[in-house]
C-alpha cells in the first residue's frame, strides 16, 4: 500500500516538475505564496477564535466583511 502511494506520489511529481520551477523563467511569479497565507491569515483568526459559523448565513457575512476589510 505504501509503496503504490509512493509510486503516485513521484508520478505526480515527475509529471509537473516543468512547473517547480516555473518562477526562475518569471520573474512577476513569485516563488513562494506567502501573500496568499497572509490574505488567508485575518479569516483565519476570525475563525479560530470565533468557534466559526455554523450557518451559512453567518459564513457569508463574515466572508463580506473580510472582502471589505482586505481591500
Given at each position: ?32 505564496n ?8 485575518l ?7 470565533s468557534?466559526?459559523?455554523r ?17
Open positions: 500500500m505504501a509503496s503504490a502511494t509512493a509510486g503516485q506520489l513521484l508520478r505526480s511529481l515527475r509529471d509537473k516538475a516543468s512547473q517547480w520551477w516555473y518562477f526562475l523563467d518569471h520573474p512577476e511569479v513569485p516563488p513562494d506567502n501573500q496568499a497565507e497572509r490574505s488567508l491569515r479569516a483565519v483568526t476570525k475563525r479560530k477564535i468557534g466559526g459559523s450557518l451559512m448565513e453567518g459564513f457569508q457575512h463574515t466572508a463580506n466583511l473580510l472582502t471589505v476589510v482586505q481591500t
